[in-house]
Each structure stands twice: as structure tokens, then as C-alpha cells.
């Protein structure tokens, strides 16, 4: 894998960036020019191969390349390997920018991959963010996109379960707040017989954020045993915040276990009362409340530090403070 | 410490406290009978300061200052706690992150540094002990499928790690089994001082056998219909309700 590009030390350290601290390898994409390397970014696990380190994966965008912005990034996981991937995207300047980002992704059979997407930009910019996922027999997955803050941030995801025995487990955390968009669209393709996946995507919505869950899951004809499932949950701050949600299940097979459920709900005021009456003050309580709605998605992440450093960033948005890494040097919203 | 004057409250149009007066000393142990919906729960949020019920009469003095005025939170760094009849679970947030938020915040309010991890931890081991409470628990969520008696028993392990000046007990001693309701008993006494009081709320006689209260008074249809020495809940636990009523 290191072939394919050489670590580029000078810009790490114009980063600082400690996501996620220590035992990861970071690449930057720099206006959707992988720096030190051959773009578009190409990731080729051989069979059998074990990424020993996680993958960061650094996109950046800044004043030298305005307007819009396409660029992609390939990852093939060959049979039986394994591998982590944390991919953070960032706005160094605050321009209109526009960005549309087609990440492929293919699984071989048994091959285990972790992906964790984190989106961090500036109310400006609009990040169009397509995840086209094959997984074959055996093959697991999980994705879990952060996405902390942007303009407009639209994740497509279709997946398609074509081995049997495959897992794929999706996850969503989307915070808005002023006139912030976020929309997330899943295309579930259980394709064939014995595959599980499994969704959660939650939401909190501050002012007169916007959100929006399509989630389709597909079950063809013949794929008996499927398990899948979502779960769309979105927490509303505000009066004029808009959660939609709608899921669709789209079932041809008869010997399956499906369930979707959505809610959109407040804070729990009992909740709140019980905290206050123990001293906790109000805003406090209900951060302790977004914290924990929050935490069953940053659950998935398996990495403990990179999940704790996420559930920072977490609160530190929610706090209303302005959300970066401790010690990055640079404003990444 | 406490004085209520003709306290009225209500929620939405119904009345349900109709004029409560009561004052309560430092050092003393209060009791609050009285039947289902008599208004002993409504009059232990009122002063805890649960904002969905409306106060549209009378004074709530406390330590000299208008309690009525006071936030939930702010009536808590003043000393005042409410163990709750149904204790509310919070999933998600952890029983130790939880009485930790509270216990720093209280510290902060009197302007004393948060706690050291270590500090904190034997802090909680010992004040656990007072209720003989595992310390399995303080990972779980805030009494996320608690049994009844642990919830009970949280409520008190959160007091002793508070210290409160007034506590209000709304019916801690229900759903506790025998041993259970000795030990919570005893958890409460070891926390009284000479500065401290404690109302506790209670349908049976059993738990003043613990709690020696110093006055009862039973509550009525939102008012106090009778105050009278601890004697008074043996009478009631033979005779019942009704004898005081049609008084
Ligand atoms: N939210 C509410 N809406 C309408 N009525 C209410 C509400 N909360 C309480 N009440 C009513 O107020 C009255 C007093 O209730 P409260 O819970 O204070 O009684 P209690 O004395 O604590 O009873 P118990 O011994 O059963 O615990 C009851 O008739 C109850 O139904
Ligand atoms: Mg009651």
C-alpha cells in the first residue's frame, strides 16, 4: 500500500491533525490531488492482507481551487484482508465551494473493512458524497459517517450484497444547526441469501436545520434469510428544525427478518427535570441528553481512541464551540 | 429552614395543593402521610421546582431566600433533594458520569475544584457502601432497568454523594424488601446531622420504626388535615384514613 504514495511529513505538520492519534498512516488529498502520490487515490489490498495501521484519509479543500470540484478514491479489499479507514473531509478557506466525491468501494470474499467518515466543512460548502459498496461472500463492513458540519452534505450509498454471508453495517450522525442540509440516501441490495445489514442513522437538529433519511432496503426474489434492518432517529433542539424521513422496504422473498422504524422526537423533560433536580444545570442536562443519543452511533466505531476523539468533536459541536481536533493548527469548519 | 405558607399549585386548571402550611427546623425528621392523589408527590416537585405545575398562591421560604424563585438546579446547589417515588432512566448516560456532572457541579457552586478521578472514585465507593449498592451499577445507564428496590436505593447512594440540607424522601421505602428498606433506613440515618433535615413520605409505619420522625402530618385532598407525634402512624396503620377525614 505505501507505494502508493509517500507520506508527506511537511503538510502533517501544517495539520497537527491527531485523528486518530497514534497508530494511523495520514494521506492528504489536497483539492482532489492526492499529495505525494498518483491521484485519483487508489487503495489495493492483496488477498490475505492486513492493514496493520488505520488509513487517514485527508481531503482538503482551500482558496486555489475554487467553484466545483469532482474527484474519487478506489479501495479493493481482496480476499480474507482487513483494513481501516478513516476519511475526514475539511475546508481550509471559506468559499463556495462545491465538491462531489465518488468513493468505490469493493469487498472480496471475507474481506473486513472499517470505514468512518467525518465531515467537517464550513456552512458554505456543499459536499455531494457517493459511496458505491460491492461486498461478496463472507465479506463484512461497517461505515459510519460524522457528518459535524457543513452547508449542504448529501451521502449516497448503494450497496450491494452480492455473496452470501456477508454483514454490512451502516451508521449515520448528522448535527445541523443554522440553515444547514444534510441528506442521507441508502440503497440496500440484499441480492442474495443469508446477508445481514444493519442501519442506524441519527439525527440532531439545532435552528432551522434540514434533514433528510431515504432509505430503501431491497430484498430480490430468492434472497431467503435475509436479516435487515433501520433505524432512523432524529432529535429536534429546536421549533423550526425539519427532520423527513422516509424509509422504504421493498421485500420479494418470504423467509426474512426486516424492520425499519423512524422517530422524530424533543428532549425527554422528565429526563431533564430528574438531572436538574441533582444540581446538573439545564444546558448541561440536555447535552448529557445529546451526548447519549449521540453515542449509539459513535458505538460502531471500533477504534476506542478514534471513537473518543470523534465523541469530542461531538460535544464539542453541540456545545456550539467551534469543532476541530485538539492541536490542529487549522479551522476545519 | 423551611416554611411553607398557604401553598396553592396547580396543573393546568386543576387545583391540587389547596393551601399547605408547614415549616420544618434543622434537625428534624418530618413525615408526610396521606391516601393516593392526596397531592404528597405534587408537593414534593413543587419544591424540587418541576415547572409544569403552577404555583398560584402562597410563599415557600428557604433558608431565608423565596425558594419559588429558584431553578430545579440552583435548589439543588442549595441543598435541597428530592428521592424520587418513580425514578426517572436516562439510557445513554451512566450512572458514574451522571452523579459525577452533579457532584462537580455542586463543588463548582462553592467555588471548590472538580474532583481527581481517584478522589472521586473512593468518594463513590464509600457513599455506595451506605446503601450496600454493587459497583456493577455505576456503569449502567441512570437507573436503566434498575428493580424497583435499586432504583430506590440509587436515589439515596445520589444523596449521600450530594449531602443535602433538606432531603425530601417521596415514598423511598416502596418496593424495598425487608432487608432492603433496613439498609436504606440506615443509609438515611447515618446521613443525619444536627444541621440537616429530612421529609420523608411514606404510606406505612415500618419505615418511622427506622426514621424516627419528630412530627406527621397527613395530607388530605392538597391540604394538611392533621399534625401530631409519631404515635399517630400506629394509629393509622390499625384505623386507616377515614376516622380523620369525616373529623
Ligand atoms: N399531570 C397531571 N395531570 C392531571 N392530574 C395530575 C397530574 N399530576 C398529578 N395529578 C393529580 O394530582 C393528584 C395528586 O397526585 P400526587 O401524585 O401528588 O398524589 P400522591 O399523594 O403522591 O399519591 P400517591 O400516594 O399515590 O403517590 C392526583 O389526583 C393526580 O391524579
Ligand atoms: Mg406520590
New interface residues.
Partial sequence: MKQNYIYSPALATGFKCKVPLKDACQLFIVNGKVQGGISPFVLDLKDGENLSETLQLISVRNEQHLGDLEYSEAFHFGKNSRGKVVMCSHTFSLDDFVTRENVNIILESGARAEFVVMQNEHNKAIHNAKFSIKMADHACLTLVFLSLHGGEINNTVTVDMNGEYSECNLGGLYLTDSTQLMNNTIDLNHFVPNCKSNQLFKGILDDNGITRFFGRINVAPGAQKTEAFQANHNLLISDKAKAYSKPQLEIYADDVKCSHGATVGRLN???L??????????A?ARL??Q???A??VLEKISNEELRERMQSLVEKRLRGEFSQCKNCSKNCC | MLTIKDLHASIGDKEILRGINLSVNEGEVHAIMGPNGSGKSTLSAVLAGRESYTVTSGEVIYEGKNLLELTPEERSWAGIFLGFQYPIEIPGVSNVNFIKAAVNEHRKQKGLPALSAAEFLKLMRERMAYVEMDSSFSSRGVNVGFSGGEKKRNEIFQMAMLEPKLAILDETDSGLDVDALRIVATGVNKMRRPDNATIVITHYQRLLDYIVPDVIHILYKGKIIKTAGKELALEIEKKGYDWLINE
Fill in positions: 423533560e422528565m429526563e427535570f430528574y438531572m436538574r433536580t441533582r444540581g446538573i444545570p439545564s448541561e448529557l441528553q451526548m447519549a443519543f453515542y449509539e
